[in-house]
């Protein structure tokens, strides 16, 4: 693993909008507030506004602290801060690791292999996800980015191929039950995975102006959402509701000639998908735990990550997943607004008071 | 464990002797003498000729085989023994001879015995007079080689039809008449302990990084090897350290694509004894692009990549992803396929991944003896493979007709990118063995973990994967799937080092 | 010790896959491919009707080994239908393969109890495709699906291809799994599922569409007769070609028109409290054939007559069908309440508690244009 090699800010919002096109992707009603189908329109354009208020320590972390990862900013504060603030995000990207690694399982015994026991192919996606992340952010921005084509190919393929199954008679009037619902789904969405930790942490790997790449990134999810959702909900109605993964369920309608479901082109790009997020996750805390401990042993904290996150699915596999979507959305809010908002934003306050107070001493 | 397997290992084997410090040419004619003698022992092929310069004795030396007798006679031993007038010491003897009598143009002065010894068996004459602290040595090689022939496994419909041979000054030559500009440079290293084997690193002044050229010289010069008989022993030390299955070092036969390759900043390493030519840095997107793309015209050009890269996907994945989908995905099946196939599988008795795989296996058993086998029984093995593969085994039951169609498909697709056909049979072998025992998933899982083993390769500073990751869009207008034409295409050159990240 | 490890995780990834824990794949040859589902109420559950394809070979086919009958059918009983299809294994020895299942075919009376219970089990399938067709028996599943079309003749495809039929008939509806699901959970849209009807001649059997069964929540309740289904046809925008007549008096003659395109849109508007629907159909035809008593030349007056004929003919039909099943069956199965639903949500919230029950209340009104565009290759006719 390269402790100095860095990518573009352009492949590292590849990969965390890879990352985010994945929660979209794998949207399920289990555990998600219960709202008409139109409602969601509007509430991905509300998600966005949120992350980008969400993003606000982001910004201050890159204009006062260039090059600094968020871990690097609390070092300024304390040592102590450093290594609480790393071993805090090292858990809660385990953490993110365990519910993209549940969901995937959910997903590949639900729907890719029904008849098998899903416990060998978490395995298989583990140990690739292990070997993955040590090659380091460079192989990952780069598979993030040719990755991301591959998705947006396959997913303009499903639409297209579906097209003539899209009906907007099938979609419900939007705030028939007032704004309410559409502002707890944006909410809902937009906490759903926390890209914005992810890059708190890889920012200082990330060479060039942020700006520009960010707004692409957001409104690349913004627009990829929307698309998503009106195929889903004006194609299948009411009935998208009703299934496990309806993204999924609107692939199976696509069909072209003699052949008559795409849906193996979803079950690629998810798979795909979540085995580039699983390595980028494993990557992050390795990197985090080197700061913390010894940089010699990288490896060794990746494969401690990946065995770790396995044994956890493999033996309490109901507990993680349930968990996150039994425990309701003011649970997933709170935990959301703790690491990606709270936390960053009281070492950033901590270092920017601290850097003033060294400046009046000085002056 | 290891230990044990490398104390294994080292029973039967030697290290590489350390080099010797060069031993200084000696005043003393006998001692010089001596010394050849001791280092090349009774090999008839070196000649000693003793003569007299004037009043002092002198030594002729070459090896028969490699020297051309004509050009010896000619230039060196006829003008030597015609001389009348000389100076007296035999220093000022040796620069008479090689400013006044030697006619060739190709000397050099050795003060190194060791020096002079590798170019007795190099093919050069060596003079060595008693009472000179140094020798000199004429050029007049005339060993046996290979006349410029068609390339063999680069074949281009309109390219040159010329291709390198063995010996490296006459694809020295090949590149030079292409390329008729000071720009070009060639440096010769020595590697090889035993071999001596000479390598020159051809590159483009103006274009290549000269960082590059550094590192690849000092990566040949800490190749410890012992012989370097072909490209492929040098290549593991130019290779990135990403251990990979496809190689970033690329190879050519064809002078006109060494020009190509070193006109976008790249270098091409001539190994002497070896029609290959070696490329760095070599990008996974030139294995779909050929010689013939720049002679057509750019649609045509986009057609065949297109194809290329279709054709790797095929020979790569399908026998997985038919292994998979009968196995686990049969949903997928089309319903008018469906049928047909399941009742061609019912028949056979075995398993859907073993057929597979025995039936690859076979193909490649007749496609390696096809290789080898002199070309008088070519024929009969191709019969063999046609009717044992074809009709026999489908008829008997042993594999069923979808299967053959699939072999089929995979074996002639392969040959469409021969370049990089080698990782292509093992990904294939391993992608089956994954589609029969995970299905899809493990497909896509596989190709996920190649794609990022391929990222993470980086050739001398530029991504295996450019300019597709990092994208490059600049370079893919110009030049990847679809590529301009030479009205734009010529104006400016392509500078790979921008693709760095 | 890091290559140490790498050979011993790399033997254990390859032990675990090599060995019985890996994933045990089901080939084809162990799949019992079915093709067509049919599903009758018993007394104690529920008979499956299975149509299965022959894979079994008697011989090799490529030395001239027969197949024998491409069908097979396979009837089997459980307390449900999940039940059901996994006793086909007990007689089979193979798996369900339901992924290629081209058709469901319900009874009547299993239509007239409910389905809901039934199709549970389609829609939580993974395999199952959302796009199969559905259909209802006019007798019982079973005499439909083991219905004999020839040797080796596969019935499922024959009666695919008639529902497939809707995209040039306009007597032919044809209904998906996921559209049937939308508009059974819907309280709007009342569902419809074409009902085929089996006839035995010697020793082959035919099929054909017989008419439309309409679904309140989920049991069937009436029928369309043949107008009323080309009415539900052109009010959910599906009439896309077809043929219909009109009898011109003033001609003696009755022209066949052949349907081109049509363009229905269906506005509501509330005026004075009241709702108000204004269908407006633009269809184009071409004349496809033309009989009468004497012949008369093909003239402006007479395109121009069977235009009027034609749009009054659509009307009549139209309003026929919305009558019949707005006031007398208080049903609507053209999606007239979900459109009053998008478009004004807020008078719906307000106003509407019970759909079939305002349905009365309605006012509809039909508007048709008709314009000939070909006469075909004759000026006059025959």
């Known amino acids: ?363 | 464990m290891w230990k044990w397997l490398k104390k294994a290992e080292d029973s039967i084997t030697r290290s590489i002797p350390a080099e010797e410090p060069p031993t200084r040419v000696f005043a003393e004619l006998e001692k010089n003498i001596l010394y050849f003698k001791e280092k090349l022992g009774a090999s008839f092929d070196i000649l000693y000729k003793q003569t007299y310069i004037g009043k002092n004795k002198a030594f002729l030396i070459m090896d028969d085989g490699m020297c051309d007798n004509l050009l010896v006679t000619e230039q060196v031993v006829a003008p030597i023994m015609d001389m009348r007038e000389m100076p007296e010491e035999p220093e000022k003897q040796m620069a008479y001879i090689r400013d006044r009598i030697s006619s060739g143009i190709d000397q050099k002065e050795d003060y190194s015995l060791d020096d002079a010894i590798t170019d007795v068996v190099s093919g050069l004459v060596v003079l060595l007079i008693d009472g000179a602290t140094f020798c000199e040595a004429f050029g007049v090689q005339g060993f046996p080689k290979r006349a410029i022939d068609n390339a063999q496994t680069e074949v281009q419909e309109r390219g040159a039809q010329e291709a390198f041979v063995e010996s490296f000054k006459d694809n020295v030559a090949l590149i030079r008449r292409r390329v008729r500009s000071p720009v070009v440079r060639f440096e010769l290293q020595e590697v090889g302990a035993t071999s001596k084997t000479r390598v020159c690193v051809c590159y483009f002044a103006d274009r290549a990084d000269s960082k590059m050229i550094d590192e690849i010289k000092s990566r040949l010069k800490k190749a410890k090897l012992d012989m370097v008989l072909g490209t492929g022993y040098l290549r593991p030390f130019l290779e990135s350290d990403v251990t990979s299955i496809f190689t970033s070092v690329g190879t050519t036969e064809r002078p006109d694509i060494a020009c190509a390759e070193m006109a976008e900043g790249r270098a091409v390493i001539l190994v002497d004894g070896t029609p290959f030519a070696m490329i760095v840095p070599y990008l996974f997107a030139e294995n779909f692009q050929s010689m013939d793309d720049y002679n057509h015209r750019p649609y045509y050009a986009l057609f065949i990549r297109v194809l290329k890269f279709f054709s790797f996907l095929i020979s790569v994945f399908l026998p997985g992803l038919y292994v998979a989908i009968c196995t686990f995905h049969q949903e997928l099946l089309p319903a008018s396929m469906l049928y047909d196939t399941a009742v061609q599988e019912s028949i056979t008795p075995f398993p859907v991944m073993a057929e597979a795989i025995f039936i690859h296996f076979l193909y490649e058993i007749v496609r390696e003896a096809g290789l080898r086998m002199p070309k008088s029984v070519g024929h009969a093995v191709s019969i063999v493979g046609a009717l044992v593969i074809g009709d026999t085994a489908v008829s008997a039951g042993l594999i069923a007709a979808p299967m053959l169609i699939v072999v089929a498909m995979t074996a002639i697709s392969s040959f469409v990118v021969s370049k990089i056909y080698y990782p292509v049979s093992i990904l294939r072998f391993a992608f089956m063995i994954i589609g029969g025992l995970a299905g899809f998933y493990g497909i896509v899982l596989g190709f996920g973990v190649v794609l990022f083993n391929m990222c993470a390769v980086t050739a001398f500073g530029t991504p295996y994967v450019a300019p597709f990751a990092p994208m490059h869009i600049g370079a893919l207008w110009r030049d990847s799937f679809w590529r301009l034409g030479w009205k734009t295409l010529g104006k400016r050159e392509l500078q790979i080092h921008s693709l760095e990240k | 010790m890091q290559k140490t490890v790498k050979i011993l995780l790399t033997v254990l990834l390859l032990s675990l896959l090599l060995s019985g824990c890996s994933a045990p794949g089901l080939e084809l040859k162990n799949r019992l491919i079915v093709q067509a589902i049919g599903i009758d109420d018993t007394q104690d559950g529920v008979r499956v009707t299975l149509q299965t394809l022959n894979t079994e070979m008697a011989g090799n086919p490529n030395s001239g080994g027969s197949l024998g009958e491409v069908v097979r059918c396979l009837t089997v009983e459980g307390s449900t239908v999940s039940e059901a299809i996994s006793n086909a294994s007990k007689s089979e020895g193979k798996q369900p393969l339901l992924s290629q299942n081209r058709l469901i075919v319900f009874g009547r009376e299993t239509a007239e109890h409910g389905l809901y219970t039934h199709l549970d089990y389609f829609v939580r399938s993974a395999e199952a495709r959302t796009t199969v067709p559905i259909a209802v028996s006019d007798t019982t599943a079973e005499e439909l699906v083991t219905a004999n079309f020839g040797e080796n003749v596969l019935s499922a495809d024959s009666i695919t291809d008639i529902l497939d039929g809707t995209r040039y008939n306009i007597n032919i509806v044809s209904q998906e799994l996921y559209s049937l699901m939308n508009q059974l959970s819907s309280d709007l849209t009342d569902a419809h599922i074409p009902i085929l009807r089996t006839q035995k001649e010697e020793d082959k059997s035919s099929i054909s569409m017989f008419s439309v069964g309409i679904f309140r929540a989920d049991q069937m309740v009436y029928e369309l007769s043949a107008d009323e289904v080309t009415a539900l046809m052109l009010l959910t925008d599906q009439a896309k070609s077809g043929f219909f007549s009109v009898e011109n008096e003033a001609y003696q003659a009755q022209t066949v028109l052949k349907i081109k395109k049509t363009d229905t849109s269906i506005k509501s508007e509330i005026q004075n409290g009241r709702i108000l629907f204004h269908v407006n159909i633009k269809m184009t035809v071409d004349i496809s054939e033309s009989r009468a008593e004497k012949p008369f030349t093909l003239d402006e007056a007479y395109l121009q007559q069977t235009e009027e004929l034609a749009a009054q003919r659509m009307e009549d039909m139209v309003l026929s069908a919305v009558h019949r099943c707005f006031l007398e069956q208080n049903s609507d199965p053209f999606g007239f309440g979900q459109r009053l639903w998008q478009r004004h949500p807020s008078f719906f919230k307000a106003n509407v508690t019970n759909w079939s029950d305002t349905l009365p209340d309605t006012e509809v009104d039909v508007q048709a244009q008709v314009t000939v565009e070909r006469v075909g290759n004759g000026v006059e006719n025959l």
């Open chain 1, 1 to 363: 693993m390269k402790g100095s090699a860095k990518i573009s800010v352009w492949q590292l919002f590849c990969v965390l909008l890879l990352s985010r096109l994945l929660s979209t992707l794998t949207f399920s009603p289990v555990g998600a507030e219960k709202i008409n189908t139109s409602d969601y329109f509007p509430s991905v354009l509300f998600a966005a506004i949120l992350i980008f208020l969400f993003s606000i320590p982001l910004f201050i972390q890159k204009h006062f602290f260039p090059g600094k990862d968020i871990t690097d900013v609390a070092y300024t504060v304390s040592p102590l801060l450093s290594k609480a603030s790393s071993i805090s995000y090292v858990l809660c990207f385990l953490f993110f690791t365990l519910v993209s690694l549940a969901r995937l399982e959910m997903f590949v015994g639900t729907i890719v292999f029904p008849n098998n026991d899903s416990a060998l192919f978490i395995i298989l996606c583990v140990a690739a996800a292990c070997y993955a992340a040590t090659l380091g952010i460079e192989a990952i921005g780069r598979v993030g980015t040719i990755s991301l084509v591959l998705f947006v190919g396959a997913f303009l393929f499903i639409m297209i191929t579906m097209a003539d199954k899209v009906d907007p008679v099938n979609l419900s009037p939007v705030f028939y039950e007032g704004v309410k619902p559409s502002l707890t789904a944006a909410l809902d969405a937009a906490t759903r995975t926390g890209e914005l930790a992810f890059a708190a942490v890889l920012l200082p790997r990330a060479d060039g102006k942020m700006g520009k790449a960010y707004a692409a990134g957001l409104f690349a999810f913004t627009v990829c959402a929307e698309l998503i959702l009106f195929f889903v909900f004006a194609g299948l109605g009411d009935f998208a509701l009703s299934q496990m993964f309806p993204v999924h369920a609107v692939a199976m309608l696509a069909e072209f000639s003699v052949f008559l479901r795409f849906d193996v082109l979803l079950t690629g790009a998810w798979i795909l998908t979540a085995f580039i997020k699983i390595s980028l996750l494993l990557y992050m805390q390795s990197e985090l735990l080197q700061k913390s401990f010894s940089r010699k042993w990288n490896k060794l904290y990746v494969l401690c990550a990946g065995l770790l996150v396995l044994i956890i699915q493999v033996f309490f596999a109901g507990t993680v997943s349930d968990y996150y979507f039994a425990a309701g959305l003011s649970a997933r809010v709170i935990l959301y607004i703790v690491f990606v908002v709270a936390v960053p934003s009281v070492i950033l306050v901590a270092a920017l008071m601290k850097r003033r107070g060294k400046r009046a001493k000085n002056s």
